[in-house]
Every structure is written in structure tokens, then in C-alpha cells.
């Protein structure tokens, strides 16, 4: 089954010292990029958890979003050279601006950096890498299902419109045939007017059918196409990453199609060779959000 690049994951975890949730949100891409937003503590784990999306996550940006907090006891200390700052700069403010009131504790202890945390703040516990980790799984594996469940959904418009493609071709094969006959037709009527009914040179006209036969013919772009939609109907079937693949496919349908187009003058199959390109198109906006 196809995946969609399109999706949402979050996993939670806990512990004695820790909290950590983990969100991933995922959009198209022509490649995996991860953007990472985590907190400092963390930076240790960015590598391996990287590759544990990498490993889950082939196509599209990803979005990781890391909220983690601990919550074990810990001891602050008083940053007393800035506390004494801050009092001198109060004190100097009250007298030199003749301000009444005094700084309480509660003001003192809003103010920035005048408690400082334990230095050992950033080490993380075993249990805690192992959160972390455990989130992250459980956040790839909702990605995951739902990156399945829009994929399928996608899987079946892309298969109802490859389907109307072939529709389309049948129509060119059944106008294909009598077209040499019908430039043979036309040639000679033309040809004979313009002669004002005089003979007609057989073998001239002859060279002429074959040339434009020649130039008209689209046996092999019938041909090729046929291949193109039988790979197509492959490859919607198949499991892996097919996206890639599938651009370069629906491109190289685009081409025959034009062909076609360039090379026959009978209003059916023009019309039919328009409406392949139609949905061509609507395919590879499609086939953008394919993983």
C-alpha cells in the first residue's frame, strides 16, 4: 500500500525525575528533511532519535517538536553577586529619584538569573533517554498509521484516474486504424483539384500517403503507452517508496500524449490525447504527497 508524506504522531512518557511529549507533524518533500525543535538537555539524543525517524520515515519534512521537563528534587542556589546588584541598583534608583518603597522578596525573586539551577541540571538519567526514545516510537508509529490511512484514500483516486486514462487510449486505438486511409482520401481529393480533374500520378500520390503515413503513424506511443499504465497499476499496488518513480512514469505519459497530439490531425483522437494530459496532470499534483 502507498503512503501519504501527510500526517500527525505525538507520544507521551514519564517517570520518577521526568515528562517528556513528543509531537511530529509531516508534509510533502522531494526528500526527508527533519527540522528538530528540542530542548538543550536533549541535544545529546538529536542524532539517534534523527535516525530512528530516518529509519521509520523515507520522503517529506518532518516536524519534530520535543517538550521535556524534569521534575526530580533539586537544590537551587542564590546568585549573590547578582542578587547584590540588583539591591544597589534599587537602593540608588529610590534615592537619586526620591522614590518611596522598599524591594520585597517576592519582587527580588521574579527578577532574571537571581536563582540559579543545580549544574547537574542537564544530565540526563537512564530512564529518561529511555522516555525520550519511547515517545518518539510511539509518536512515529501514529505518523506512520496515519501516513498509511491517507495513503490509501490517495491510492485509489490515483488508480480511478489511471483507469479513465485507459479509456482514453482505447479510444485512440479504435480511431487509429483508418486514419492512413483517410489522409489517403483526403490527398486525393485535393490532389485532383488542384489538377482540375486531370490524371492522378499513382506512384506520386503513393510517396505521398506513405511519408504522411509515416509521420502519422503512433503505433509506438499506443505502445509505450500501454507499458506506462500497466507500470502505473504496478506501482500503485506495490509497498514501497514509489513516488520518485512515479513522477518520472506519469512525465514520461505526458510525452506520449504530446506526441500524439503533435502528430495526428483526426479531431477523436486529439481529443482523446487532451484528456489524458488533463488527468496526467491531476495525477502528478497527486502523486506530490506520495511517499
Not at 539517534?48 to 517538536?65: E, H, M, N, T
Not at 512525465?251 to 479531431?267: C, D, G, M
Amino acid at each position: 500500500m502507498i503512503k501519504s508524506m501527510t500526517g500527525y504522531g505525538q507520544g507521551t512518557a514519564s517517570g520518577d525525575t521526568f515528562t517528556v511529549t513528543v509531537d511530529l507533524r509531516s508534509v510533502n518533500n522531494r526528500n526527508l528533511d527533519i527540522h528538530w525543535r528540542a530542548p538543550q538537555d536533549l541535544m545529546s539524543l538529536e542524532i539517534p532519535l534523527k535516525k530512528q525517524i530516518q529509519a521509520a520515515v523515507s520522503r517529506g519534512r518532518v516536524d519534530v517538536s520535543i517538550t521535556f521537563s524534569q521534575t526530580g528534587d533539586a537544590s537551587y542556589e542564590l546568585n549573590r553577586p547578582l542578587i547584590r546588584g540588583y539591591l544597589d541598583a534599587l537602593r540608588t534608583m529610590r534615592d537619586e529619584f526620591g522614590l518611596a518603597g522598599d524591594a520585597d522578596l517576592a519582587t527580588i525573586a521574579r527578577l532574571p538569573n537571581v536563582l540559579l539551577a543545580p549544574s547537574n541540571n542537564h544530565t540526563l538519567s537512564e530512564a529518561a533517554i529511555q522516555g525520550v526514545e519511547a515517545a518518539l516510537t510511539h509518536a512515529l508509529t501514529a505518523l506512520v498509521a496515519m501516513r498509511a490511512v491517507e495513503g490509501h484514500e490517495l491510492q485509489k483516486e490515483l488508480l480511478a484516474r489511471v483507469e479513465r486514462i485507459e479509456k482514453h487510449v482505447g479510444a485512440i486505438i479504435a480511431n487509429a486504424d483508418g486514419v492512413v486511409d483517410a489522409y489517403r482520401e483526403k490527398l486525393r481529393k485535393r490532389v485532383t483539384e488542384l489538377l482540375d480533374k486531370a490524371s492522378v500520378d499513382e506512384t506520386r500520390l503513393a510517396q505521398e500517403v506513405a511519408y504522411l503515413a509515416e509521420r502519422s503513424d503512433i503505433t509506438e506511443e499506443i505502445a509505450r503507452l500501454k507499458s506506462h499504465l500497466t507500470q502505473l497499476r504496478e506501482l500503485l499496488n506495490g509497498g514501497d517508496e514509489i513516488g520518485k518513480k512515479l513522477d518520472f512514469l506519469l512525465q514520461e505519459t505526458n510525452r506520449e500524449a504530446n506526441t500524439i497530439l503533435s502528430k495526428s490531425a483526426e479531431l477523436t483522437i486529439c481529443d482523446a490525447a487532451i484528456e489524458i494530459k488533463t488527468e496526467v496532470e491531476k495525477l502528478r499534483e497527486q502523486a506530490q504527497n506520495v511517499e
